[in-house]
T-cell receptor, first 113, second 114 residues
Framework: GNSVTQMEGPVTLSEEAFLTINCTYT??????LFWYVQYPGEGLQLLLK?????DKGSNKGFEATYRKETTSFHLEKGSVQVSDSAVYFC????????????FGTGTRLQVTL | NAGVMQNPRHLVRRRGQEARLRCSPM?????VYWYRQLPEEGLKFMVY????????ESGMPKERFSAEFPKEGPSILRIQQVVRGDSAAYFC????????????FGPGTRLTVT
């Protein structure tokens, strides 16, 4: 079955620091990969996605590259802001069909001044 | 274009009562998913529905939980005889077609069982 493993948090960084949140996956076939962000008290928002190997998803300064050889989809940002403080979830679904998302357990990011 | 709507946002029930959670998908979306988020955990899939059909309910507990998505009106997740362990955030997501892999999430319903 499908599974997603992400680094445990919390991750605490100073503003303008470099961010990496690791995500690896196990899946049958060729999944699509996602990063979702959840701000306090809110639902999940799609941050970025990649649907095939070597694709790079990017949005709001965040990037992640679909690495089939290492089954990874690590999230990076070159310079974090206080407003990036949130919980980040890595997720996957089987491409081409409307099917359930499998989520990692989430990584809480806290950015301080 | 309004997003996915869920109500109520907060729901408090005593043990043994029924909880009814509603989800209105985005306009034009006919696929609805329900997920549960326990405190400090990720989201876990519960059920996937299309209009008038349950497609995948592999993540839903066999007892006390049911879901529907009627031809008219919102999708409903019903929990009968709630217990403290049902306290969680319940999120609904929708997608437009069976070939779409993107899901759009609602703000969630936070259920507290006292």
């Amino acid at each position: 079955g499908n599974s997603v493993t992400q680094m445990e948090g919390p991750v605490t960084l100073s503003e303008e620091a470099f961010l990496t949140i690791n995500c690896t996956y196990t899946a049958t076939g060729y999944p699509s990969l996602f990063w979702y962000v959840q701000y306090p008290g809110e639902g999940l928002q799609l941050l970025l996605k990649a649907t095939k190997a070597d694709d790079k998803g990017s949005n709001k300064g965040f990037e992640a590259t679909y690495r089939k050889e290492t089954t990874s989809f690590h999230l990076e940002k070159g310079s974090v802001q206080v407003s990036d403080s949130a919980v980040y979830f890595c997720a996957l679904t089987n491409t081409g069909t409307a099917s359930k998302l499998t989520f990692g357990t989430g990584t809480r990011l806290q950015v301080t001044l | 274009n309004a997003g996915v709507m869920q109500n109520p946002r907060h729901l408090v029930r005593r043990r043994g009562q029924e909880a009814r959670l509603r989800c209105s998908p985005m306009k034009g979306h006919s696929h609805v998913y329900w997920y549960r988020q326990l405190p400090e955990e990720g989201l876990k899939f519960m059920v996937y529905l299309q209009k008038e059909n349950i497609i995948d309910e592999s993540g839903m507990p066999k007892e006390r939980f049911s879901a529907e998505f009627p031809k008219e009106g919102p999708s409903i997740l019903r929990i009968q005889q709630v217990v403290r362990g049902d306290s969680a955030a319940y999120f609904c997501a929708s997608s437009p077609t069976k070939d779409s892999y993107e899901q759009y999430f609602g703000p969630g319903t936070r259920l507290t069982v006292t």
